[in-house]
């Protein structure tokens, strides 16, 4: 059974940067896209950057277009999500996600995901 623990978050003033990290258990996390999700209280989960094998596509939020950058490195296991300029909008808890089906891409609707870590709380202050 594959997991995936995610780190990096905290607390940080608006202007500022975190990386976030995502490492999974498991030989195959090379064979999978990958994908970052946040949920912020009272709103639903939404997809925030997605990279697939090799990291041969790459696709951001609108809301994170230009500020967010998502990265891996499958010799270590891990994703990474590098985020800069942050605003107080960008609070919310990280998810790192893992896709269905290795080898293979749709989409990246929520439901193409279906591995999912415990999430790591980013808090921007004004």
């Known amino acids: 059974q594959v997991q995936l623990v995610e780190s990096g978050g905290g607390l940080v003033q608006a202007g500022g940067s975190l990386r976030l990290s995502c490492a999974a258990s498991g030989p195959t996390f090379s064979s999978y896209a990958m994908g970052w999700f946040r949920q912020a209280p009272g709103k639903e989960r939404e997809f925030v950057a997605g990279?697939?094998?090799?990291?041969?596509?790459?696709k951001y939020g609108d809301s994170v277009k230009g500020r967010f950058t998502i990265s891996r490195e499958d010799a270590k296991n891990t994703m990474y999500l590098q985020l800069t300029s942050l605003k107080p909008e960008d609070t919310a808890l990280y998810y790192c996600a893992r896709y269905r089906i290795p080898y293979q891409w749709s989409g990246w609707e929520t439901a193409n995901f279906d591995t999912w870590g415990q999430g790591t709380q980013v808090t921007v202050s004004s």
């Open positions: 990279i697939t094998r090799e990291g041969r596509l790459i």
